[in-house]
């Protein structure tokens, strides 16, 4: 019996270590914070701290003589925000936005269903693997590829070519809201490239999400004579919405902030990132760079609100 006691508690070794160790042992919160507490510093410090800083430099504003920083709260450079060029930059990342979440959701929806509710065993590790694969390679890679495949002599163009549906393409591009020189510098390749990069992170939640549908219910569906689009409608679509939602706050977040995939595939009409990083450095303008900044943030606090109301966490 006093063998298994024994057990019952930490060895009551001497010294030093001994001493800490019994005392970690009798107070677990203490031992939480020794491990939890420099990991939150540093997010709180450097990451927290310095984005407080520079988005506080958004009350301030230029001095249009001197071209200095002049340290009175005003709120002339949020004004500036809703300047026509400034709000037409604000625009056009929000569209963006909204349409490569729709188009993921559209894209991805099949595809998780298939993995959902049909594949099995080796065919749904590979689903994984194909799904996981981009996201292990480098991001610059991928889309300095896609500026090759989508450039005049890259593989799209020729396959346009080859069907005779050049002229078609070339119609496409003429339009001056999507168009360009070439699919590689237009709207239409940052678009490819935005749902391209992001579609695994709105497969993952939908399929999680559609993991929980029980089949009985589409079954059940079905045997009360729903046809498969009042099934989709009235019974898979209702389920999967929280996932649909937790992945569109990845897409439409990270779409929202992005700068290198306009910076690299855009045209020359700037998104919110760039902008953020033409007004900081080219410019020198911190505090108008400061209140971009504050643009996506705003947004995504009411997206994250909403999303939460709609029970999008659970599918995380």
């Known amino acids: 019996m006093a063998a298994v006691a024994g057990l019952s508690a930490p060895s009551r070794t001497t010294g ?9 042992w009798r107070h677990p919160r203490l031992l939480l914070g020794l491990l939890l507490g420099p990991p939150l510093a540093w ?4 990451y927290l701290g310095s984005l407080a800083v520079f988005l506080s430099q958004s009350i301030f504003a230029i001095d249009d003589f001197s071209g200095l920083i002049t340290y009175e709260p005003t709120l002339a450079t ?6 026509d060029a400034n709000l037409d930059i604000i625009v056009r990342t ?14 991805a929806f099949p595809i998780a269903y298939y993995a959902a509710r049909y594949a099995r065993g080796g065919w749904k590790a590979l689903f994984y693997l194909g799904v996981m694969l981009p996201l292990w390679s ?22 346009f070519e080859r069907l005779h549906l050049g002229w078609l393409l ?55 004579g729903a046809d498969p ?23 439409f977040s990270l779409t929202l902030g992005d700068y290198i995939i306009p910076q ?27 209140a971009f900044t504050v643009v996506p943030i705003v947004i995504m606090a009411v997206y994250l609100w909403a999303a939460r109301r709609m029970g999008a966490f659970n599918a995380l």
């Open 264 to 290: 690299i595939i855009g045209s020359s009409r700037l998104f919110i990132g760039q902008a953020v990083y033409a007004q900081q450095g080219t410019a020198g303008n911190i505090p108008l760079a400061a």
């Open 94 to 107: 929000l569209s963006m936005a909204a349409v490569v979440t729709l188009a993921s959701i559209v894209v």
């Open 78 to 83: 949020y004004r500036q925000l809703f300047s």
């Open 229 to 251: 689009r009042q099934t989709f409608r009235h019974v898979l679509l209702p389920l999967a919405l929280p996932g649909i939602v937790a992945g569109s706050i990845f897409t």
């Open 138 to 159: 480098s991001y610059l890679v991928k889309i300095y590829a896609w500026k090759l495949i989508l450039a005049k002599e890259g593989i799209v163009t020729w396959a």
């Open 170 to 224: 070339d119609a496409w591009l003429a339009l001056p809201v999507i168009g360009g020189n070439s699919l590689s510098v237009s709207y239409t390749g940052t678009f490819l490239v935005f749902v391209y990069v992001w579609l695994p992170f709105m497969i993952l939640p939908i399929q999680a999400a559609l993991e929980r549908v029980p089949g009985s219910l589409v079954e059940a569906s079905a045997d009360l």
């Open 43 to 46: 997010l709180g410090v450097v």
């Open 16 to 24: 030093t270590t001994g001493r800490l160790s019994d005392l970690l």
